[in-house]
């Protein structure tokens, strides 16, 4: 069997987000019909019809890589707070729509998030913002672009110029981490602000943007295109215990590898 290559994997990447997209960009003006999960997390129409659309096109073309998609209702080994053993060989990830809660409620902030990793290791990932018409994407050892231009290496003030980011969780145990680490990192920084997005604040990080993102509830197709990303870019991600990030890990801290090191000597 040929392995294929990151950039091969990542042309399958972007067609599924591409894919997706095109469903949200159709039901954008429509009524968001919706119901709720588990914690109270809105789940719309969209959301399942786009992660379809998706997951169609990795099937048509890897009919036998595993498929982690968020609205599959099997959560696949993720436990509630985002916990995962990625299995050996590939697995996909999918986020048919990152940031429901704005979606459903009209706000301009959401994406689609779709990534593949080999053992667990981040090969390629892509995150489509269809209102911006902004795409994101990274393959491993091949930088990371966006809209075809190459985003330049990662530069990054120190702790107390950073412009920070983070996001709400919806577990219980996400909540009560958030409440810990919020008041140690965010004083520390210039301001903070919450897009209600992981995937695009991760992007935002790699484009300089914003400078750190921080989140104590993840779940693995949350962040793993955004992570590769980060990466292609310059920066790294680690967990909030200092442990380079993984899918499947659920806290999570990305910035220029400097200002990652000073955040995470001041939460210790
Ligand atoms: C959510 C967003 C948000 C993060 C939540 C996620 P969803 O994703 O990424 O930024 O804080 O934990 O659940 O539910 O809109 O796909
Ligand atoms: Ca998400
Ligand atoms: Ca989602």
Redesign the pocket.
């Known amino acids: 069997m040929s392995v294929p290559s990151p950039e091969t994997l990542l042309v399958t990447v972007r067609e599924a987000a591409f894919a997706a997209g095109r469903v949200i960009q159709a039901q954008q003006n429509a009524p968001r019909e919706r119901r709720l999960k588990l914690n109270r ?1 809105i789940v719309t129409r969209t959301d399942s019809e786009a992660q379809a659309a998706a997951i169609a096109v990795i099937r048509a073309r890897y009919p036998a890589h595993a498929i982690l998609a ?1 609205e599959d209702g099997l959560n696949n080994g993720v436990d509630e707070e985002g916990r995962w053993q990625p299995p050996a060989g590939y697995s996909w990830m999918i ?1 048919p ?5 704005n979606y459903a409620h009209g706000l301009p902030m959401y994406c689609v998030s779709v990534a593949v990793a080999l053992d667990g290791e981040l090969i390629a990932g892509v995150v489509y913002d269809p209102n911006r018409e902004e795409v994101f994407e990274a393959s491993r050892d091949g930088g990371a672009r966006l809209n075809g231009t190459r985003l330049p290496p990662m530069e990054a003030p120190g702790l107390r110029d950073a412009v920070m980011c983070t ?4 577990s219980p145990e996400g909540r009560r981490l958030l409440f810990e680490t919020f008041p140690r990192l965010a004083p520390l920084g210039r301001t903070t602000r919450i897009f ?4 695009l604040a991760l992007c935002y990080v790699a484009a300089g943007r914003v400078h750190l993102y921080f ?1 104590c ?3 693995p197709w ?1 962040a793993a295109a955004g992570v590769l990303i980060v990466r292609e870019a310059g920066g790294e991600a680690s967990a909030l215990r200092d442990e380079r990030w993984h899918p499947g890990e659920p806290t999570l801290l990305a910035a220029h590898r400097g200002l990652l090191d000073a955040a995470l000597t001041s939460l210790r």
């Open positions: 997390e968020e986020d729509v990152d940031g429901t809660t996001d709400w969780a919806h209600g997005s992981a995937a989140n509830g993840l779940k949350d």
